[in-house]
């Protein structure tokens, strides 16, 4: 141990629970499964910023604020990512489904982005602007004036529309409506807390239902893969640009070693864009000023407007970063220590894990003031450093897929508020939900009707309440923008 070394402390020294017995262990594991967002709070509350806890995987490290943001994104030879998804036995099919660009590190998540990489960049938008513009009008065509819509289940509908056509070359029918069926049961099974608590491949347990599901779906992407591959892989698409994979000696790689990276990828694409696009819309329609102010500058920029006119939106943006900063799709990750090292001025020993989150960072009072409140004109003012503010990762590990969101999200908003008014229904509650990522859980019931700008919230509960003041009173509006 160097000099530098010798002054750091032990990680037993790091503050956190009593140890637990085995049950103890699965029983915090069902509570951090169940609600995340309160069980972090608490151990924040009790312990501090950096707390040893543990679950049923062993002893957990949760570090909260920038500077172990920073170090985590920043030494990736230190701190590998890994796979969010359940294991399952070296030769089945989760442990192949779990497998994904998420969980390479160093070498091989530097080949494949690179890989990837073409398929998400900003150039791209300009060629998918016009399809996702069709994606949206399709899917609000058959909305009448007084209905009741699931706004969750119509957002998320519609963003699978846009990522499985762009991204995978997929038609719309039967087939892809059995795998998008597919792909949402085995997620609902391998992020269900009891799942979680308790891995074990018994018939008829939780966990084994999860298992089929897997074999199901591989099965699924699998059949898809080849035929693919069997017509040609030329195109623009993600799906192409992965069965184009080389190993490092030129080889094609297998599709039963792809099939894990093309399905992880579809989730994320269309489970973080579909929440967040939700939670935006949800936003609006409860702070009317804001809505009204986002309304202006559209009505402004004329109808339909391009790409290129939207991301030069300024209120369109600050109403974006808001939502992301107060309900980031993704609230937390998690790390592995790939050997021993320094963790702030701790000494960590190898395979320490580590959960970090992006949701206590943005909600964290000495970076943002009033962090529970919806102020989209904080991002007049501030401008926070990549580990302060990270609705989409940071470093090395940024989203790949976060210029085809903020395209998908703005062209949707720009086609809905004008011409549609969105209201939940009273006294609906509103409850997180993490799967894949944060979104409300039984969905949003709204009521949509034609935009007239008579804007008013509704009274809502649940615990939304306790990410977001609903209640506060919005600023009276400064600026008019000229129609």
């Known amino acids: 141990m160097d000099d530098a070394s010798a002054d750091l402390l032990p990680t037993s020294a790091i503050p956190g629970p009593k140890r637990l017995s085995i049950v103890g262990g699965i029983w915090e594991q069902v509570k951090f499964d169940r609600d995340p967002v309160r069980y972090m709070y608490g151990l924040r509350a009790q312990y501090g910023d950096l707390t040893r806890f543990q679950n049923r995987l062993g002893t957990m490290l949760l570090a909260i604020g920038p500077e172990y943001n ?31 660009i998420f969980s390479l590190n160093e070498a091989e998540h530097k080949r494949m982005r690179h890989q990837l990489l073409p398929v998400f960049q900003r150039s791209m938008m300009d060629l998918h602007q016009h399809s996702i513009r069709k994606h949206v009008e399709n899917s609000v065509s058959t909305w009448q004036p007084g209905q009741a819509r699931n706004l969750h289940r119509d957002m998320h509908l519609m963003v699978w529309n846009v990522v499985r056509d762009l991204l995978y070359g997929l038609d719309d029918g039967t087939a892809t409506e059995a795998l998008h069926e597919g792909m949402e049961h085995w997620m609902l099974q391998t992020f269900s807390p009891w799942v979680r608590a308790f891995p074990v491949n018994l018939p008829f347990t939780p966990y084994n239902r999860m298992m089929q599901d897997a074999n199901r779906l591989e099965r699924k992407f699998l059949d898809l893969m080849r ?21 490092s000696d030129g080889k094609e790689v297998p599709v039963e070693l792809l099939v894990g990276h093309a399905l992880i990828l579809f989730l994320v694409a269309y489970e973080t864009t579909g929440n967040t696009l939700t939670w935006t819309l949800f936003l609006l329609s409860q702070f009317p000023q804001a809505q009204q ?50 963790f702030g001025r701790y000494q960590i020993p190898k395979k320490t894990r580590v959960i970090f989150s992006h949701y206590m960072t943005h909600h964290l009072p000495e970076i943002y003031s009033n962090p529970e409140r919806f102020d989209p004109a904080r991002w007049e003012t501030i401008k926070p450093s990549p580990s302060e503010f990270m609705p989409f990762g940071s470093g090395v590990r940024t989203c790949l897929g976060s210029s085809l969101a903020q395209c998908v999200i703005k062209l949707a908003i720009a086609h809905i508020l004008p011409r549609w008014k969105i209201n939940v ?38 615990n939304i309440r306790d990410m977001v003041e609903i209640d506060h009173p919005e600023p009276a509006k400064r600026t008019r923008i000229a129609a």
């Open 425 to 462: 229904v009273p006294h609906t509650q509103v409850d997180r939900h993490m799967g894949i990522s944060l979104g409300p859980r039984n969905g949003i019931p709204v009521v949509i009707s034609r935009q007239d700008r008579d804007l008013h919230k509704s009274p809502i509960t649940g």
């Open 70 to 100: 920073r170090q985590l994104h920043q030494e990736t030879d230190l701190f590998h990512s890994r796979p969010f998804v359940l294991p399952g036995g070296k030769h089945t099919s989760q442990h192949r489904l779990r497998q994904s």
């Open 293 to 342: 102010d986002v309304l202006d500058e559209l009505q402004a920029l004329g109808p339909n407007p391009s790409y290129d006119k939207l991301e030069q939106a300024p209120m369109l943006a600050r109403v974006l970063k808001e939502s992301t900063r107060l309900l980031p799709a993704v609230p937390y990750s998690r790390r592995l220590a790939s050997r021993d090292g320094a």
């Open 227 to 247: 035929k693919r591959r069997a017509q040609g892989v030329e195109g623009n698409d993600a799906l192409a640009a992965l069965l184009r994979f080389k190993t």
